[in-house]
DNA sequence: GCTTGGCACTCCTATCCCCAGAGTGCTAAA
DNA sequence: TTTAGCACTCTGGGGATAGGAGTGCCAAGC
């Protein structure tokens, strides 16, 4: 089932109308923009041969043609030539995603840009907090009663605090204590690595164990266990979506909310296309998701450092256009990267110290 | 302009009836709901004075009677009893919002609960850091370069982070010093007199600052300075109100999400409700947002300490259920109150304690 | 004087029908 | 293999129509 260059590109220049257009192309117009002379006929002849292979389909009888989700894939497979990105919206994206803002800042401007730009929703997988990224720093403040909150930074400049509640009161004095014996002990290992020395820390020597350690530890290990299944998702723009016109129908479009709502099913997608390197584009039910049916993604994985870390996006509508949106998707990624690469601090990796 | 008792039960009944159909109500419905026993013809003519009033109006000739906004007004002024929320529901409430967990997750789990419950959207103003509220801690981190994590505290347990350039690098043991001073001088006072002291301190001792002095006054005036507008809005359950028939119209729902998006008229009407006592209702254009012309919003104030820092509420069509939504808007701003103050620690008062 | 039944009238809505327009598939000729 | 021609199909919009709901008003009744 290969496909002849002809019919190539009339399947192109037929994608290509439709999603300028939006409504079902017919030969006499394919005939027009397909640089081919040939009749309308012939075009005819042809679509019937794509119709057979499933690439195109038409909603009625006497209607044009349109592109099937395997048209599209083939289409953003081998035919489509993206065009780069303006020039100025380059250097808009670059000031927006400088360095000098807390990664938190940064992604929301990361989702809030590709929603922008591309006119649809853009949406960012925060990843939860990465085990292998290395310790910098702990706080214990005591709030009222048992309760204390814990800060701790990492490496990467993020701050996570939560607040957990003790077995009994402790003065501040026993809190800065525990704080400090933490930060000289652990600074610069990995998080991974802090988790299992906590761990064994506590069974090796809990029968000597000084107070302070103790509390250090169990404190530390409360705040680090606690880290379950928060990733967290941005979305951006989605009232953009309420101007696609196959999306007008309000079941549809609430279901679509819904899913942007629980993010449940977003959450996986995106944790999926973070496995990838480069672009990954879900086509209309690709995702698997019925709410994201009529819908198109395009995401592409950020990192940290090499470390592929989280992954954003844009959804739009299935007929959506590819050859814009993916450069402002890979160009977003590789911008972001960079900003929260060039964050990480690089002080000097002590190895643990203590005996 | 006084209203007679029987046109206050028809006027009730008929805002009653059409909140829960959702359409214009005729006087052969009247007559059966109201309980007067009168024949449809005298309902016609109370109708006729009522509509004089402009308290109810006719969608065209042969339709039914509808509230006007003002009609909605007196509904909610004087003829609306709220019922209680039901035992269950306020137990729920009451677990989700214990106080064993931080600020920002309670609030959060505010904004859920009351479109959850009221299966409308769900709003909440977070207000922007509370000049009233003591300082506790700062920690100063340096990231990669010239930048540096500030990490503020204050003793309602919020913890404000933000990344800084400072003019050069600073080693860890500086920073150390620099946020020692800080805490030891500063922990107790309030954030706005931390600002005012900063200043004097500056102008006052600058010709023999010390080294570490400057530079801590220096990354803490950065850190408090930049905290402008940055208020808040969380919106939850925005999916709901597309179930809302009143609201099915494409360009009306895509005005109202904008509104959501963009905020800022929204924090205006937060912000105003916020220095009121009790509920506020917004009916209607009385919000002066076109975007809220068909929305009713029910807000209440939440406190920290006795201060009403924030607002909460819920926001749906202006047929909405009001005499459910208003306990639940008000419980769970008390709620919310009780829990965020619970968070407050109240160590000793120190005063200023330096030279 | 208030209330009520009766009745004509208005206006909306749903439905049907019809027709123009667009595009197809097929066939026969180039 | 391509093309022109032609009959056919399907959609979508416009107009007409009928039914339904509810009103306003009037005149009679309590």
Redesign the interface.
Known sequence: MQLSPRAEVLLKTLIERYIAEGEPVGSRTLARYAGLDLSPATIRNVMVDLEEMGLVSSPHTSAGRVPTQRGYRLFVDTLLKVRPLDEQQVRFLKEELS????PQ?LIENASHLLSEISKLAGVVLVPHRDEQVRF??I?F????GR?L?V?L?TED?R?D???I?ADREYS?AELEQAANYFNESYTGMLLSDVKRALVSDMQQTSADLQRVIELATTMARRALETDGNDDELLV????NL??VPEL?D?RK??RL??A??AKRDLLHLLDQAMRVKGIKIFIGAESGYEALEDCSIVTAAYSVDQRQVGTLGVIGPTRMAYEHVIPIVDITARLLSAALT??????PRLERSRS
């Open positions: 360095a000098d803002q807390d800042q910098r720093h706080d403040l005591s709030l009222s309760r909150l800060i930074v400049g701050v605090n939560r607040v509640v501040a951006s723009g989605e009232s309420m101007d007008n309000i479009l609430r909310f819904e942007f709502t060039a964050q990480v601090a690089q002080p």
